[in-house]
């Protein structure tokens, strides 16, 4: 199982960014795909996450109406797609896949519950 994040880089607040997760190994239709994001000198966060086999995401109040999570099942990609990025957006970004859990609801923001993580793509948000 890997998970590859790319597209990460350096933006200006108001402009967009789409971060991929490229992943092999595994099936989409049984997994949970989760974004997170950590900053310096803060925990890790989760920011979005989405469940293929019952439709569903969830956003984080600070990225709602800005950040749109989307998947390509034919790639196996999950992407993120950051419109309108704030300065406090800046953090390394990671993706992670998790048996179970449910955009709805939000049932799927465990960290800890989170099998495999990438290695982390950097975004660096300038006003």
């Known amino acids: 199982v890997q998970l590859v994040e790319s597209g990460g880089g350096s933006v200006q607040a108001g402009g967009s960014l789409r971060l991929s997760c490229t992943t092999s190994g595994f099936r989409f239709d049984d997994y949970t795909l989760g974004w997170f994001r950590q900053a310096p000198g803060k925990e890790r966060e989760a920011i979005s996450c989405?469940?293929?086999?019952?439709?569903?995401?969830f956003y984080d109040a600070s990225v709602k109406g800005r950040f749109n999570i989307s998947t390509d099942k034919a790639k196996n990609i999950v992407y993120l797609q950051l419109n309108n990025p704030k300065r406090e957006d800046t953090a390394v970004y990671y993706c992670g896949n998790r048996t179970g859990g449910s955009g709805r609801y939000g049932k799927c923001v465990w960290g800890g519950a989170y099998e495999r993580w990438g290695q982390g793509t950097q975004v660096t948000v300038s006003s």
């Open positions: 989405i469940t293929d086999k019952d439709g569903s995401a």
